[in-house]
């Protein structure tokens, strides 16, 4: 058993929380869609179609996304996580009321993501208070 299993199995989660076996193939799915959708956006930003203001929040969504597991499973820190999380549904949320009125088509890539991180900040919100 890796570090990341370990650690997950060593926290109290509420019942309805999936198992871990559940995360690798959700997050890469993920991924992929953001690589669609936030590489869309980047090359609109690059090319000079879209100001960059248009990809500020895809780059902070893309790094509080990436900062999620070493805060989690390298630092131990559930309340510094729900803030990861919150700051990640925050920055998800203004990229796509960003993009909503010239790029729909990144909206719509990006609802899975969306619930997904909603029911990440609910989840976290749970551990954090399960495991104070």
């Known amino acids: 058993m890796n570090n990341?299993?370990?650690?997950y199995k060593s926290l109290k989660k509420p019942s309805w929380a999936p198992p871990k076996g559940v995360f690798a193939p959700v997050w890469t799915f993920i991924y992929f869609l953001m690589f669609?959708?936030?590489g869309y956006v980047?090359?609109?930003?690059?090319?000079?179609?879209?100001?960059?203001?248009?990809?500020?929040?895809f780059a902070m969504n893309l790094f509080f996304?990436?900062?999620?597991?070493?805060?989690?499973?390298?630092?131990?820190?559930?309340?510094l996580a729900l803030v990861d999380v919150f700051?990640?549904?925050?920055?998800l949320v203004w990229a796509l009321?960003?993009?909503w009125e010239i790029y729909p088509n990144v909206v719509y890539l990006n609802i899975f993501y969306f619930v997904w991180v909603l029911f990440a900040f609910v989840?976290?919100?749970?551990?954090?208070l399960m495991n104070k």
């Open 4 to 7: 990341f299993e370990e650690r």
């Open 36 to 38: 669609l959708s936030f």
């Open 42 to 57: 980047f090359v609109q930003t690059i090319t000079g179609s879209s100001p960059w203001q248009i990809f500020l929040p």
């Open 65 to 79: 996304n990436l900062l999620y597991t070493p805060i989690e499973f390298k630092l131990k820190n559930n309340l």
């Open 87 to 91: 700051l990640v549904l925050i920055t």
């Open 97 to 99: 009321l960003g993009v």
């Open 123 to 128: 989840l976290q919100l749970n551990i954090y």
